[in-house]
């Protein structure tokens, strides 16, 4: 079961460069997610999705944009990338119910901004 | 609103000894409670999750939490510490019903000493 996969796990950009981080999920969750951590902040929400072709905004949005085109994809993209964006990049699914359900998490992806 | 307060960004046991980490929330309905263990390098997978069946609850790796809402708290407990437990907990919170959005704390780093 491959889960939640993010591409890529590792890279470094220069300022003012653009790229996009895939995720895909192959359980066919309905949410998706993707977080930014960075140390002794815990997770922080940039941007969600409830379901295919839709998004919305987390607590820390400025400066990505997100798109989910297809329910097992949301990509993360960085139009013009900032030093203050380097951090560990997390997507994860998650399903819907009325239960407690739990995310699934990707293993990451380390981003440097020079 | 919702949010959880970990105490403490940083604590040592030695092994064998109890586990206790700290881990408070604030809910304006009735929430979902979760912790979460990352090892390094490694994304967030589900140590155990509280969804009122019953106010304590046991999870993977010996790992227990009791629920108290009279003083909103989800501590994370191991009587026994073990070497492999060194890892980042985070304590997570969602509310039941609806949109299930997840906030989660700045995470607790646990050191065990041989």
């Known amino acids: 079961n491959a889960g939640v996969t993010q591409t890529p796990k590792f890279r470094v950009l220069k300022t003012g460069q653009s790229m996009t981080l895939l995720c895909a999920q192959d359980?066919?969750?309905?949410?998706m997610y993707w977080y930014r951590q960075d140390p002794g902040m815990g997770l922080r929400l940039i941007h969600y999705?409830?379901?295919?072709?839709?998004?919305a905004k987390g607590e820390v949005p400025d400066g990505y944009n997100v798109s989910r085109l297809k329910k097992q994809n949301f990509l993360l993209g960085l139009e013009s990338a900032a030093p203050s964006q380097t951090s560990v990049y997390f997507c994860?699914?998650?399903?819907?119910?009325?239960?407690?359900?739990?995310?699934?998490f990707g293993q990451g992806t380390r981003l440097t901004v020079v | 609103a919702q949010s959880v307060t970990q105490l403490g960004s940083h604590v040592s046991v030695s092994e064998g000894a109890l586990v206790l980490l700290r881990c408070n929330y604030s809910?304006?309905?009735?929430?979902?409670l979760f912790w979460y263990v990352q090892y390094p390098n490694q994304g967030l997978q589900l140590l155990l999750k509280y969804t009122s069946a019953a106010t304590l609850v046991k999870g993977i790796n010996g790992f227990e939490a009791e629920f108290k809402k009279s003083e909103t708290s989800f501590h994370l407990t191991k009587p026994s510490a073990h070497m492999s437990d060194a890892a980042e907990y985070f304590c997570a919170v969602s509310p039941q019903g609806g949109y299930q959005k997840v906030t989660f704390g700045t995470g607790t780093k646990l050191q065990v000493i041989p």
């Open positions: 999705s409830v379901g295919e072709g839709t998004t």
């Open positions: 359980m066919n969750h309905e949410y």
């Open positions: 809910s304006s309905v009735p929430p979902y």
């Open positions: 994860a699914s998650r399903p819907t119910g009325m239960g407690a359900t739990e995310a699934f």
